[in-house]
C-alpha cells in the first residue's frame, strides 16, 4: 500500500463521483458529464530535495514550531459532503501539491488506495503534516460512511479540533449527527464550514438552521456568501467588514481580492454585514463575561469601534469552551474560500497545550504517548501512528507499552503525508508522526520511557489519588483511554483458494485485523469455517477485495448474513456434573445455576454467586467458572448467537482438589447450555436507523416499499425540494436497498443506515428464520 518517497504517478481511469456501493449508503445520482480523455495523470504530492520546482515546498522543510503554534485537526462529515476535496485544496494553497487533484479522477492525496480511488469515497483516514503562515498543521481526513465510523471514532481520539463540512444543499445529514455526537464525546472544539455553494439548491439560511435545530448548537456566522448557486463569488468577512472575490478566470483558487466594504461601492452588502457583525457581538457577549464587560464598557455606544482582535479573541475562547461553533462557507471544488478556513483553524481551534489533559500531571515531562492506528507496509513491516501527549521520542528507543506489558524498540520515526513518509530525527510533545519497528502494539495502547517510568506515575497517581480519596489509582489512571469497537452486524464465511493456502490466508486476516479493529474473525466449531464479521456489506467487500491486492489470494465468500442475537424470557435451573479420570488423576466438578434474564443490552453476561458457594473455593477457580460461562453464553441454543440481557446466578460449586481449570469451565459452559435450553428463547433482529433523501415525486412509493420490508417510518421532513423519510428498519430487510431505490427513484435517491438497537422477532418471522436455517423452510 506504501511506496517510499518518489513522485507517484496514476493511471486511472475517470471514476464517476457518485459511486453506487450496494450497502447502507448509496449515492445515486446519475453522472451526466462527459467522460474525460483517459490520460497519465501525474501528480507530485510533495518533492525531494534537489526536485523542487514551481515553489512546491519539500516535506522536509516542516517546520518544527513551539507547541502553541501546533493544530492537530481532522476533516468529518457525511459521506459525499467534500471532505477530501477540501483537504486536497488546503495542501495546494499550503504549497504542498503542485496541481490541485480530483475524486473523480482519482488522483487525490489523502485516497491512495486503489478501492478509493475506484469507489470515489474514503475508507481509511489519512494523515498529512504542513504548515501555514507559520503554524504546523497535523490534519486527518476521514472516512464519512457509516461502514468505517471506527475510523473517526480513532481519530478524534487523538485531535485537538475539527473541521465539520457540510453540503449547503443538504445541512446535517445521517453521518453528520453520527460523527457530530463523536465530538461531543472526546470534547473536541470544532469550525463548521458550509461547503457546495455553487451546487444547485445551496441555501446558506437552510444550512445555519439545520445545524441549530439537528445539532443543537450556536453557530457564529463569521461569513456570509455573496450570491448562492451558480451565482456564488466569494464571502464577506463579517468581522472585518471586507469581502473577498474570487477571480472567475482563475483555475486554481489563488487570485483573490479583499477588499473593505464601503458605503458608495456596496451599500446593501455593508448594511447586511453591519447588522451580522452587531448580531455576531451580541451573541458572543452573551456567551463570555470578559467579552461582555469590554463590550458594556468601552463600546456599548458604537459596536463599529470593536476593534477585530479583541471579538475574534472573544470568538476563540467560546470555541474553546465548546458553548458555540464559528460558521464558514466556500466550494472547495470551485476553489473558492479555502484559504480563510486555514486562517480560522490557526485562529481558533486549539493548541495541544490548550486541552486540558488530566493523566499528564503524573508523567512530570517524561514520554506519554497514545498508539491509535496501525498499517503494514510490505517493506517496513507495521506502521503505527502515535500521538505524543507529553516528552520527546526519537528513533532506535525503546518504549514500554503498558497494555501489553511489553518493552519494544522503535527504528524510525516518519512524517506522515498520506502514503509518502519523511525520516525525522525526532518527535516532540503535541506531534503526530509514523513509528517503524513496533511489532506488538496495537490501536489504543498507551506508551512511554520505561517500565519504571509508568511506576514512577503510578505512584504518583496513587499518592495524588489517596489525598483525594479516589477510587482510580495506580496503573488504571495511567492508562489512555482507547477507543469503543462497535460490534459487527454482518458475517460470512470465507474459503482460501486451497488448503495450502490458509496459514497465508490467516496470516492476511491477522494483519488486516491489527489494522481494523471492527474486523472480527472467528472460527466456526461446527464446520472448521473462518468467518468474517464486519460493521456492513460494503466492509466485508473492501477486505475481500484487500485481500485479493494486497496479499494476492483469491478467496470465496459465502452469503452476507445478518448477525442475530439471542436472548431468554424466563428463568431455569440446571445442574451438571463432570467426573473423569485422565491417567492417574482424578477431575471432578459439580455445578448447579440458574439463568435468568437481565436487566443490560449487553451480550457480556452478568454474574452472581449465592452465599451457599464457598469463597475459599472460588477465590481458585472463580476465573474457570466465569471463563465457560462466558463462552457458553457465545452460543445460544437457537442459531448459535451471542446471547444477550441475561444474569447467570451459582448457587452450588463442588471441586475436588487437582481438578483442572479446562474441566471446570467445560462443566460450568455445559451446565448454562442446559439452562439457557430450558428456558424460553427469542431471536433478536438489528434494527435500523434508516434516512432517505428521496424527491418528492417519487415518495409514494418510496413510502410503499419500506412498508414491504417491515419499516417503521418515524417523520418525513422537507428538504429544499426533496423529502427526507426518517424511520427504523430490521437490518434483515434491506440488504440489496440501493438496487431496489435506484430503480423506484431513477436513480435520484440516497439513503443511509445505522445500527440503533436490537428488537426481538415476532413470532412468525422467528419462525420462518428457523426453518430457514434448519432447512426446513
Given at each position: 500500500m506504501?511506496t ?24 445515486i445520482?446519475?453522472?451526466?458529464k462527459?467522460s ?34 501546533i ?6 462529515a ?57 503554524y ?22 487523538v ?28 470534547k ?9 455553494m ?18 443543537k ?49 456596496d451599500p ?5 454585514t ?7 457581538i ?7 463575561d470578559?467579552?461582555?464587560?469590554l463590550?458594556?464598557?468601552?463600546f ?15 470568538i ?8 458555540a ?16 478556513l ?85 518527535l ?10 513496533l ?58 483458494p ?29 464446520s ?25 489470494l483469491?478467496?470465496?465468500l ?62 481458585d ?57 430450558k ?16 424527491p ?37 430487510e ?10 423506484l ?12 438497537t ?20
Amino acid at each position: 500500500m506504501f511506496t517510499s518517497l518518489r513522485i507517484f504517478a496514476v493511471t486511472h481511469q475517470k471514476m464517476s463521483s457518485l459511486y453506487i456501493n450496494n450497502t447502507c449508503y448509496c449515492n445515486i445520482t446519475a453522472s451526466l458529464k462527459p467522460s474525460k480523455p483517459r490520460v497519465p495523470l501525474g501528480r507530485n504530492y510533495s518533492s525531494l530535495p534537489g526536485l523542487i520546482g514551481n515553489d512546491i515546498k519539500s516535506l522536509r522543510s516542516i517546520i518544527n514550531p513551539p507547541i502553541a503554534k501546533i493544530r492537530n485537526i481532522g476533516i468529518m462529515a457525511h459521506i459525499d459532503a467534500g471532505k477530501t476535496t477540501t483537504t486536497e485544496r488546503i495542501l495546494y494553497y499550503s504549497g504542498y501539491t503542485r496541481s490541485l487533484g480530483d475524486v473523480d479522477d482519482g488522483d487525490t492525496v489523502t485516497d491512495f488506495m486503489a478501492q478509493e480511488r475506484e469507489r470515489g469515497i474514503t475508507i481509511q483516514s489519512a494523515a498529512v503534516t504542513f504548515d501555514w503562515k507559520g503554524y504546523r498543521v497535523n490534519l486527518i481526513d476521514t472516512p464519512g460512511h457509516v461502514d468505517f465510523t471506527l475510523e473517526v471514532e480513532r481519530c478524534l481520539r487523538v485531535l485537538d479540533g475539527a473541521v465539520a463540512v457540510f453540503d449547503a444543499s443538504a445541512g446535517v445529514e445521517a453521518q453528520t449527527l453520527t460523527v457530530w455526537r463523536q465530538a461531543d464525546k472526546h470534547k473536541i472544539p470544532r469550525i463548521c464550514f458550509l461547503n457546495k455553494m455553487d451546487k444547485a439548491g445551496a441555501s446558506f439560511k437552510y444550512a445555519v438552521e439545520s445545524i441549530k435545530e439537528k445539532l443543537k448548537a450556536k453557530p457564529l456566522l463569521l461569513q456570509l456568501p455573496i450570491g448562492e448557486a451558480k451565482t456564488f463569488k466569494g464571502v464577506i468577512d463579517i468581522i472585518n467588514k471586507e469581502k473577498l472575490v474570487w477571480n472567475s478566470n482563475s483555475d486554481d483558487g489563488k487570485d483573490f481580492e479583499r477588499k473593505p466594504l464601503l458605503e458608495k461601492n456596496d451599500p446593501e452588502l455593508l448594511k447586511e454585514t453591519v447588522e451580522a457583525r452587531n448580531s455576531l457581538i451580541e451573541q458572543v457577549a452573551d456567551l463570555d463575561d470578559e467579552f461582555a464587560d469590554l463590550v458594556l464598557g468601552e463600546f456599548s455606544e458604537n459596536f463599529d469601534l470593536l476593534p477585530a482582535e479583541k471579538l475574534q479573541a472573544a470568538i476563540r475562547r467560546v470555541t474553546l469552551t465548546q458553548t458555540a461553533v464559528p460558521v464558514l462557507c466556500g466550494s472547495a471544488l470551485k476553489n473558492k474560500a479555502v484559504q480563510p478556513l486555514l486562517d480560522a483553524v490557526t485562529m481558533y481551534l486549539p493548541s495541544p497545550e490548550e486541552r486540558n489533559y488530566d493523566f499528564l500531571q503524573w508523567y512530570n515531562g517524561d514520554l506519554c504517548a497514545l498508539a491509535f492506528k496501525v498499517l503494514h507496509d510490505k517493506q517496513r513491516g507495521p506502521l503505527v501512528f502515535i500521538r505524543i501527549y507529553s516528552g520527546m521520542l526519537k528513533p532506535q528507543s525503546a518504549i514500554h507499552n503498558i497494555n501489553g506489558n511489553c518493552t519494544e524498540r522503535i527504528s524510525r520515526l516518519l512524517l506522515p503525508f498520506a502514503d509518502q513518509h519523511i525520516e525525522i530525527p525526532s518527535l516532540t510533545a503535541g506531534n503526530i508522526a509514523l513509528t517503524v519497528g513496533l511489532k506488538h502494539t496495537a490501536t489504543g495502547d498507551t506508551l512511554v520511557y520505561s517500565k519504571s517510568s509508568a511506576l514512577a506515575a503510578a505512584q504518583r497517581a496513587k499518592r495524588e489519588g489517596e489525598k483525594q480519596q479516589s477510587q482510580s489509582s495506580g496503573v488504571e489512571s495511567l492508562l489512555l483511554a482507547g477507543v469503543e469497537v462497535p460490534e459487527p452486524v454482518f458475517f460470512c464465511t470465507i474459503e482460501p483458494p486451497s488448503v495450502a493456502t490458509q496459514p497465508d490466508l490467516d496470516h492476511a486476516l491477522k494483519c488486516l485485523q491489527r489494522e481494523d479493529p471492527s474486523l472480527k474473525v472467528k472460527l466456526d466449531p461446527d464446520s472448521g469455517q473462518t468467518v468474517l464479521c464486519g460493521m456492513g456489506e460494503l466492509h466485508i467487500e473492501i477486505i475481500h477485495d484487500r485481500i485479493k491486492r494486497e496479499y494476492g489470494l483469491e478467496t470465496f465468500l459465502g452469503p452476507l448474513q445478518v448477525a442475530y442475537r439471542e436472548t431468554i424470557l424466563s428463568s431455569a435451573q440446571a445442574a451438571d456434573t463432570l467426573d473423569k479420570t485422565l491417567g492417574d488423576k482424578q477431575h471432578f466438578v459439580s455445578v448447579e445455576l440458574e439463568a435468568r434474564p437481565g436487566g443490560t443490552l449487553s451480550v457480556t453476561p452478568v454474574i452472581e454467586y449465592a452465599e451457599s458457594v464457598s469463597r475459599e473455593l472460588l477465590k481458585d477457580s472463580q476465573a474457570a467458572v466465569e471463563n465457560g460461562i462466558h463462552n457458553a453464553c457465545l452460543q445460544g441454543p437457537l442459531l448459535g448467537s451471542p446471547i444477550q440481557d441475561v444474569t447467570i446466578t451459582l448457587h452450588s460449586l463442588i471441586i475436588h482438589p487437582g481438578t483442572s481449570a479446562t474441566m471446570i469451565s467445560a462443566c460450568a459452559s455445559r451446565c448454562v447450555q442446559k439452562a439457557l435450553k430450558k428456558a424460553d428463547k427469542q431471536v433478536l433482529e438489528p434494527l435500523m436507523n434508516l434516512e432517505v433523501t428521496v424527491p418528492r415525486d417519487y415518495l409514494s412509493p418510496v413510502l410503499a416499499d419500506l412498508a414491504q420490508r417491515r419499516g417503521d417510518i418515524q417523520e418525513i421532513q422537507a428538504r429544499q425540494d426533496n423529502s427526507v423519510v426518517i424511520g427504523f428498519v430490521p437490518l434483515a430487510e434491506i440488504m440489496g436497498y440501493s438496487t431496489v431505490l435506484r430503480t423506484l427513484t431513477s436513480g435520484s435517491a440516497t439513503f443511509a443506515l445505522e445500527l440503533s438497537t436490537y428488537q426481538p422477532m415476532n413470532p412468525q418471522d422467528q419462525k420462518a428464520l428457523l426453518n430457514q436455517r434448519s432447512g426446513t423452510a
